[in-house]
């Protein structure tokens, strides 16, 4: 089955997988993808099984790309996740633990064994496990941001309410 990249994808995504992809293999020296062209880079990272997401380098960094397993792991469309402050992705509890992860990357350049909880749109709990991060730049070395993948995550029971 092919899926398409949906018709309001941002014009910059063909660009940014690049440097995505490049970043991820000078990072890690192993490739995200199989490397092919540009625009099937872009289609096979899209519809890939693993989460790709990335963020930008504001002080509350925003979502700039997420591929299909992203939207349907945070249960939001699009529209929603693009712009979206990534620190919405993890509980208020485990925000510092996020902060300190995403400074040990900017520090080494990448990280491959994260693990944490994470918290959908909808308020569902999962854990994720041998994440990567990473660096993202563009071809001059200017840090565009930093974007993360997975392919391992567990639902975690709800949380009990918590008492008056």
């Not at 529209?79 to 620190?87: A, D, N, Q």
């Not at 510092?96 to 944490?116: H, I, K, M, N, P």
């Amino acid at each position: 089955m092919t899926v398409p990249l949906p018709a309001d994808a941002p014009a910059d995504w063909l660009e940014l997988t690049q440097c995505l992809l490049d970043s991820f293999r000078k990072c890690t020296g192993r490739e995200l993808i199989a490397r092919t062209t540009p625009a099937e880079e872009l289609l096979t990272l899209w519809k890939a099984p693993r989460v790709v997401a990335f963020h930008d380098t504001q002080d509350d960094p925003v979502f700039r790309y997420g591929n299909l397993a992203a939207f349907r792991l945070w249960e939001l469309p699009l529209k929603r996740f693009l712009g979206m402050p990534s620190r919405q992705t993890a509980e208020p509890i485990h925000r510092d633990e996020r902060q300190r992860l995403l400074q040990r990357t900017s520090e080494l350049g990448y990280v491959d064994d994260y693990r944490g909880i994470r918290i959908s749109s909808t308020g569902k709990r999962f854990l994720i496990e041998q994440a990567i991060l990473w660096t993202v730049r563009d071809p001059v070395g200017q840090t565009l941001g930093q974007a993360a993948t997975f392919d391992r995550w567990t639902p975690l029971p709800e949380s009990p309410p918590l008492p008056d």
